[in-house]
């Protein structure tokens, strides 16, 4: 069984940051891409960034220049720096993971919880 466990998500300020962070556990072999949606309400989960097992990375461009994503393969965990938050950036943000269990022949996707990110003043 695989779990995707978040931390960091809060309320804030317009103008300030927030780190997020997940952390993949259980029957991991191999892992693909790490990265972060979001959902913000009525709207649909949108892609935020993700970043491949290369190091190669990806950003919705509403992102672009105010969000970084890292990860570190040895511990399976990913991190989520947002920095000028602006209040559209409020929403509930999944971790994901598309991975491969020692369970499974076949790449699958994970998601975690999900954790609030409120950006109001």
């Known amino acids: 069984q695989v779990q995707l466990v978040e931390s960091g998500g809060g309320l804030v300020q317009p103008g300030g940051s927030l780190r997020l962070s997940c952390a993949a556990s259980?029957?991991?072999?191999?892992?693909?891409?790490m990265g972060w949606y979001r959902q913000a309400p009525g709207k649909q989960r949108e892609l935020v960034a993700v970043i491949t097992s290369g190091g190669n990375t990806n950003y919705v461009d509403s992102v672009k220049g105010r969000f970084t994503i890292s990860r570190d393969n040895a511990k399976n965990t990913v991190n989520l720096q947002m920095n000028s938050l602006k209040p559209e950036d409020t929403a509930v943000y999944y971790c994901y993971a598309r991975l491969m269990s020692t369970k499974a022949l076949s790449v699958q996707d994970y998601w975690g919880q999900g954790t609030q990110v409120t950006v109001s003043s």
């Open positions: 259980g029957s991991i072999f191999s892992i693909t891409a």
